[in-house]
T-cell receptor
Framework: ETGVTQTPRHLVMGMTNKKSLKCEQH?????MYWYKQSAKKPLELMFV???????ENNSVPSRFSPECPNSSHLFLHLHTLQPEDSALYLC????????????FGEGSRLTVL | RKEVEQDPGPFNVPEGATVAFNCTYS??????FFWYRQDCRKEPKLLMS???SGNEDGRFTAQLNRASQYISLLIRDSKLSDSATYLC????????????FGTGTRLTIIP
């Protein structure tokens, strides 16, 4: 069983909907990440939080809004998405910010109609 | 040129064979290197770090060639359970936010 859990595992939404993805890590880590994985493309880093402070925002469109209320929880709020945003969204955590070892959740498969 | 480049495969290899993947990176200032494994419909997991001197973990050997800017992964005596996508990951700076992933090489071990 993974130490990083994501819900929902699958989500279908229309372009006008508002939804949120949730991530929870049970590993006592102090950094959390959102990645986007699309077919035939490398993982794309979206957001990084270290000690609950955002440290990286890779020019992600504002229709994606992260929230990190504490070191164990991370959310990705979604609104007015586009069909090209359909992808697997992976949450990860790490102990420290330079270990190279990320622990991923199983991902949330998002389909935007 | 892509920051991290891998042959996407697929590699279809008979059980028991030896298989090798290469990965090239464009940033000569890259600091650290890793191989991750991603099973079908599952999350990526760290397989091993890659050290300058090369390192081995059981049937898996990773090597780094800084001069030519490539890393390799060798799998000996391949098992059916080795079937997965292998992701080359390079840290182009300091901090996990600088981790750059390749698109992955898909390996299928054939009985």
């Amino acid at each position: 069983e993974t130490g990083v859990t994501q819900t929902p595992r699958h989500l279908v939404m229309g372009m006008t909907n508002k939804k949120s993805l949730k991530c929870e890590q049970h590993l006592g880590h102090n950094a959390m990440y959102w990645y986007k994985q699309s077919a035939k493309k490398p993982l794309e880093l979206m957001f990084v939080y270290s000690l609950e402070e955002r440290v990286e925002n890779n020019s992600v469109p504002s229709r994606f809004s992260p929230e990190c209320p504490n070191s164990s929880h991370l959310f990705l709020h979604l609104h007015t998405l586009q069909p090209e945003d359909s992808a697997l969204y992976l949450c990860a955590s790490s102990q420290g910010s330079n270990t190279g070892e990320l622990f991923f959740g199983e991902g949330s498969r998002l389909t935007v109609l | 040129r892509k920051e991290v480049e891998q042959d996407p495969g697929p590699f279809n290899v008979p059980e028991g064979a030896t298989v090798a993947f290469n990965c090239t990176y464009s940033n000569s200032a890259s600091q650290s290197f890793f191989w991750y494994r991603q099973d079908c419909r599952k999350e990526p997991k760290l397989l091993m770090s890659v050290y300058s001197s090369g390192n081995e973990d059981g049937r898996f050997t990773a090597q780094l060639n800084r001069a030519s800017q490539y890393i390799s992964l060798l799998i000996r005596d391949s098992k059916l359970s080795d079937s997965a996508t292998y992701l080359c990951v390079v840290n182009v700076g300091f901090g996990n936010e600088k981790l750059t992933f390749g698109t992955g090489t898909r390996l299928t071990i054939i009985p």
